[in-house]
């Protein structure tokens, strides 16, 4: 298999977490390389009712999946869905990731998504 750029998904569902791990290359359709299911825990209703349990379940089905594709996934995109979601709009700042203020770009959008993305994953981090 030729690796092209990877692509991580994660569905967020009351029932269960799917992660979808695909190679994009150019010219060719999407190839799925992995694939991570686990029984969601710590939602009920699409609420999250335990950050812990939910992050254990996103963690397993992320782990699955990976390990399933034989890569590591820094970063992925990630769906959820639900009545109880509004869109509310907000006008703000957010601090660059060095030292000195910057402009906000989709690169440094990204970079934020992927940070906060990899804190929120991170075992060892705490959400009471």
């Known amino acids: ?3 092209g750029e990877l692509y991580t998904s994660i569905d967020v569902g009351t029932s269960k977490i799917t992660t ?3 190679n994009l290359q150019a010219n060719s359709p999407p190839e799925l390389i ?4 686990s029984p969601s825990q710590g939602l009920k209703k699409g609420v999250v009712v335990s950050i812990q349990e939910a992050q254990e379940s996103i963690r397993a089905s992320v782990n699955e999946a990976a390990r399933s594709a034989g890569v590591s996934t820094p970063w992925a995109d990630v769906g959820i869905s639900g009545g109880h979601l509004e869109l509310l709009p907000r006008w703000g700042s957010i601090r660059s990731l060095g030292t000195t203020a910057a402009l906000l770009t989709r690169k440094s959008t990204e970079r934020w998504t992927q940070h906060i993305l990899l804190n929120f994953l991170r075992k060892d981090r705490s959400y009471t």
Not at 34 to 37: A, H, K, S, T, V
Request: proline share 0%; net charge positive.
């Open 1 to 3: 298999m030729m690796r």
């Open 34 to 37: 992995g694939f991570g299911n």
């Open 20 to 22: 979808l791990v695909a």
